[in-house]
């Protein structure tokens, strides 16, 4: 019997959202259709006394806005060429947009991408598919970081 002081609520958001925006939605859809040992990780969850209510996944308005004009074109062309010398597009596409497995770069805030860039580089954020970024942001100076994160901005 469920523990009516036990219950867990899953809310997602449209499968293939996450590679459009920072963070991802395989974490939701994960719980919803792994399985082990031939069971869903719900049937797990409510194994141990928890009932699992699936709100199914918000409704997401996409962003329409264009990314701000650039300010700084020099600093751009500094950065364009730090992301061709650095595989960037390899991962992340020749636009920076992204795939399903992969987030999109292009027209992100600067300030997330100078944090997440430098987090990769210090080992904050490492391991599973993180740690391609990190190999790849470890080399970069303070520059090139702060040049990369205004281009990729301002696409």
């Known amino acids: 019997m469920v523990s009516r002081n036990k219950k867990i609520g899953l809310l997602g958001v449209p499968l293939g959202f996450g590679a459009a925006q920072i963070g991802s939605e395989l974490g939701v859809n994960a719980i919803r259709h792994s399985r082990i040992r031939g069971r869903t990780l719900v049937e797990h969850i409510a194994d141990l006394g928890y ?18 004009p650039d300010d700084n074109p020099d600093l751009s062309t500094k950065g364009a060429q730090a992301a061709a010398g650095r595989r960037c597009a390899s991962c992340h596409t020749d636009t920076y947009a992204g795939t399903k497995a992969v987030a999109r770069v292009a027209g992100q805030r600067e300030e997330y991408l100078l944090k997440a860039l430098h987090d990769y580089k210090s080992g904050v954020r490492s391991g599973g598919g993180q ?15 702060e040049a990369l994160a205004h281009y990729l901005a301002h696409l």
């Open 51 to 68: 009932q699992v209510i699936d709100h199914g996944d918000a409704e997401i308005v996409r962003p329409t806005e264009r990314a701000k």
């Open 131 to 145: 740690a391609a970024m990190a190999d790849v942001a470890y080399p970069l100076s303070a520059e090139e970081i």
